[in-house]
């Protein structure tokens, strides 16, 4: 059983486009969040989100925003995609902010 | 502002040597040091990490080397195998629910 699932793994869309990807995580952790990883591999925040508190990192443009249906879910929502949002996007969640597990990843592709 | 910052970006042994990875940070609010090893195609998954309390922690043949006052860290891979080849990222983070900071990777690799 998966802890932490991302779906999809491969996306690929045109420039303007509207998209989204979903996560899950198993473990019963209290907080989730979403990581970018750039083409030279390195990883930034973008949101940390738990049942009470959204914190945005502020240089995530706002066509970026993170939507919770549940405690188990944190999905991403991408407007008005550009050619620079390309890269590996990874959803993990941690328990008091200890013990990060990540997911698999999606690769977004705009062309 | 990159408050993590990591070295060297690429590293190559020949198998059974010891690796080391060195991190250097700047918040001294940071109290939360863990490593990450990821392969090609996968999530980063936590290998070993440390509190500002202690100045060494051995899980298998990872360490964690900890200087507090220089406010650095590093990671040693003892006798290392091919399958340790992948990259490794330090990161920080400042009490518990709050986000890691991450350093900017090193690509291991390991010759048989």
């Known amino acids: 059983d998966t802890a932490v699932s991302q779906t999809p793994k491969y996306l690929v869309t045109q420039m303007g486009n509207d998209k989204s990807i979903k996560c899950e995580q198993n473990l019963g952790h209290d907080t989730m969040y979403w990581y970018k990883q750039d083409s030279k591999k390195f990883l930034k925040i973008m949101f940390s989100y738990n049942n009470k508190e959204l914190i945005i990192n502020e240089t995530v443009p706002n066509r970026f925003s993170p939507k919770s249906p549940d405690k188990a879910h944190l999905n991403l929502h991408i407007n008005s995609l550009e050619l620079g949002d390309s890269a590996v996007y990874f959803c993990?969640?941690?328990?008091f902010g200890y013990g990060y597990t990540f997911g698999s990843g999606t690769r977004l592709t705009v062309v | 502002q990159q408050q993590v910052k990591q070295s060297p970006q690429s590293l190559i042994v020949q198998k059974g040597g010891i690796p080391i990875i060195n991190c250097a940070y700047e918040?001294?609010?940071?109290?939360?040091f863990p490593w990450y090893q990821q392969f090609p195609g996968k999530g980063p998954a936590l290998l070993i990490a440390i509190r500002p309390d202690v100045s060494e922690k051995k899980e298998g043949r990872f360490t964690i080397s900890f200087n507090k006052s220089a406010k650095q860290f590093s990671l040693h891979i003892m006798d290392s195998q091919p399958g340790d080849s992948a990259t490794y990222f330090c990161a920080a983070s400042k009490g518990g629910g709050n986000m890691l900071t991450f350093g900017g990777g090193t690509r291991l690799m390991v010759k048989p």
């Open positions: 993990a969640s941690s328990q």
């Open positions: 918040n001294t609010a940071f109290d939360y």
